[in-house]
């Protein structure tokens, strides 16, 4: 039997990243752009995950924070209401 570790990573991103859509309230959770990289459910991603986060300074009232292995990507909003949305990056093609 072969394993493709690629694909249990990706796995392992897809479920986790379905568990924060379905359950947001749980996750998101930030005052600041500290406690979005102080966040520990990040550390539950699989290894060379990352994740940027802009907007969130003393004071702000939106932020977008993107995490992504590979080509999934969680995309994070968060302002009157909180919007997470998953989507795979399709290669471009070249003619």
Not at 1 to 28: G, R, S
């Amino acid at each position: 039997m072969i394993i493709d570790f690629k694909q249990m990573q990706l796995k392992k991103f897809d479920d986790l990243a379905m568990k924060i859509m379905a359950m947001p309230e749980q996750y998101i959770q930030f005052d600041s752009v500290s406690d979005f990289y102080k966040a520990t459910w990040l550390s539950d991603f699989p290894q060379g995950t990352q994740w940027c986060c802009s907007g969130l300074d003393d004071g702000a009232e939106q932020f977008d924070a993107v995490i992504y292995y590979g080509s999934h990507y969680l995309n994070i909003h968060v302002s009157d209401d909180v919007t997470v949305h998953f989507h795979i990056k399709q290669p471009s093609s070249k003619a």
